[in-house]
């Protein structure tokens, strides 16, 4: 509990360091001179905490969505960017787009979520006919799976010529959070509390559909439950802020290479560390080449893919 509260300090400190970086000058001494009214103190609300606080949300929502994907494939290395749950519903909201433009946000969020849902079921079936599950198989397996759905969403794109506003979806960034454009992504955050209150479901739902039903609950259920959490938080991420890679990869490993794989210690564990890389990889991308940024997307894919090979080759190491 000592070293959670300390995790949860680091991520404060950090939220509180992100309000402070940017170019417009939001400093203490800035603030405290300045009148409701002036430049300073409206970047910070209207700008500045909406910024963070979608970090922390998306952050922490995109970790936890991770954790219950390998939690009910019962596999390290699929997370909802692998698997086609992403991908799928990038392309729901590329159709709801061009069929309903003047559908609201949430109405789009919704077939997201739906699109998401059916690609993680086509998933399922697909590595249904998987012999054995291989660990490396089955990930590679969702990679393909992506691929093609990805394909799909770009000759729509292409051909309705929509391919900058696509590769505008596929790019995770923040710059363009302010008041009012984030709020769905709280969604997310009642999601990842519906995965803790279910933590132990998914335990035992994660060793299979007969030891499941031996103890009284119902397999199929828990893994609807576990696949709608999965595509709500998918859905509510990309339709604000675009697609962060690895990012349910590579905390939940982390995290489970820490303290084990007991999923109701490890999501505040999760949700704290997602939301703390997040943040300080956001920063890192508006710090390096200030005044300009360098996508999330960029920052979280370069690192999460160098682990992501990390822990492919660890785990061949160990096999052998």
């Given at each position: 509990?000592?070293l959670?509260?300390?995790?949860?300090a680091?991520?404060?400190?950090l939220?509180?360091?992100?309000?402070?970086?940017?170019?417009?000058?939001?400093?203490?001494?800035?603030?405290?001179?300045?009148?409701p009214?002036?430049?300073p103190?409206?970047v910070?609300?209207?700008?500045?905490?909406?910024?963070?606080?979608s970090?922390?949300?998306a952050?922490?929502?995109?970790?936890?969505?991770?954790?219950?994907?390998?939690?009910?494939?019962?596999?390290?290395?699929?997370e909802?960017?692998?698997?086609g749950?992403?991908?799928?519903?990038l392309?729901?909201?590329?159709i709801?787009?061009?069929?309903?433009?003047?559908?609201p946000?949430m109405?789009?969020?919704?077939?997201?979520?739906?699109?998401?849902?059916?690609?993680?079921?086509l998933?399922?079936?697909?590595?249904?006919?998987?012999?054995?599950?291989?660990?490396?198989?089955?990930?590679?397996?969702?990679?393909?799976?992506?691929?093609?759905i990805?394909?799909?969403?770009?000759?729509?794109?292409?051909?309705?010529?929509?391919?900058?506003?696509?590769?505008?979806?596929?790019?995770?960034?923040?710059s363009?959070?302010?008041?009012?454009?984030?709020?769905?992504?709280w969604?997310?955050?009642?999601?990842?509390?519906?995965a803790?209150?279910?933590?132990?479901?998914?335990?035992?739902a994660?060793?299979?559909?007969?030891?499941t039903?031996?103890?009284?609950?119902?397999?199929?259920?828990?893994?609807?439950?576990?696949?709608?959490?999965?595509?709500?938080?998918?859905a509510?991420?990309?339709?604000?802020?675009?697609?962060i890679p690895?990012?349910?990869?590579?905390v939940p490993?982390?995290i489970?290479l820490?303290?084990?794989?007991?999923?109701?210690?490890?999501?505040?564990w999760?949700?704290?560390?997602g939301?703390g890389?997040?943040?300080?990889?956001?920063?890192?991308?508006?710090?390096i080449?200030?005044?300009?940024?360098?996508?999330?997307?960029?920052?979280?894919?370069?690192i999460?893919?160098?682990?992501f090979?990390y822990?492919?080759?660890?785990?061949?190491?160990?096999?052998?």
């Amino acid at each position: 509990m000592r070293l959670l509260l300390l995790a949860l300090a680091a991520t404060l400190a950090l939220a509180i360091a992100s309000l402070f970086v940017g170019v417009s000058d939001v400093s203490i001494g800035a603030l405290l001179s300045s009148s409701p009214d002036d430049r300073p103190i409206q970047v910070l609300l209207i700008s500045r905490i909406p910024r963070t606080l979608s970090l922390l949300l998306a952050g922490s929502s995109m970790a936890i969505a991770g954790l219950v994907m390998q939690i009910i494939v019962r596999n390290r290395f699929v997370e909802p960017g692998t698997v086609g749950t992403t991908e799928s519903a990038l392309l729901g909201f590329l159709i709801v787009t061009m069929l309903a433009p003047g559908w609201p946000l949430m109405a789009k969020m919704l077939v997201a979520a739906v699109f998401a849902l059916a690609g993680t079921f086509l998933f399922f079936r697909v590595i249904a006919t998987v012999p054995a599950r291989d660990v490396l198989l089955v990930p590679l397996v969702g990679i393909m799976l992506s691929g093609i759905i990805g394909a799909v969403t770009t000759f729509f794109a292409y051909r309705y010529g929509l391919l900058p506003t696509l590769l505008a979806w596929e790019v995770g960034d923040f710059s363009g959070v302010l008041r009012g454009r984030y709020e769905l992504l709280w969604i997310g955050l009642v999601c990842a509390v519906v995965a803790y209150i279910a933590a132990d479901r998914f335990t035992v739902a994660s060793m299979g559909e007969d030891f499941t039903t031996n103890l009284g609950l119902n397999h199929q259920q828990v893994m609807t439950l576990g696949l709608v959490v999965v595509a709500l938080i998918s859905a509510v991420v990309l339709v604000s802020v675009g697609i962060i890679p690895f990012l349910g990869l590579v905390v939940p490993n982390v995290i489970s290479l820490m303290i084990g794989d007991n999923m109701r210690r490890t999501v505040p564990w999760v949700a704290v560390t997602g939301a703390g890389f997040v943040v300080a990889c956001d920063i890192v991308g508006r710090v390096i080449r200030a005044p300009y940024e360098i996508p999330i997307s960029v920052v979280v894919g370069v690192i999460g893919s160098i682990v992501f090979l990390y822990l492919l080759l660890r785990t061949r190491r160990s096999a052998a």
